[in-house]
């Protein structure tokens, strides 16, 4: 942070760690209440039939 740090992020161009990360609202018809990771530093670990598989399971447990 800056000496010069008004803690206005908005008018700030500054990359530092006061500033909140930003990201858009979800749609106002959207059911997404929970959102998990899955994520490694490797290739060809299993990420996507991981992600599908906790997708089908999820929906079975409603």
Known sequence: MSEECTHNCSTCSANCDHRAPQHEPPHPRSRI?????????????????????M???????G
Do not use: E, N, Q, Y
């Not at 899955?38 to 992600?51: F, I």
């Not at 997708?55 to 447990?61: E, Q």
């Open 55 to 61: 997708a089908v399971s999820m929906r079975r447990l």
């Open 33 to 53: 209440r929970k959102v998990i990771g899955v994520v490694s530093g490797k290739g060809g670990v299993g990420k996507s039939m991981t992600s599908a598989m």
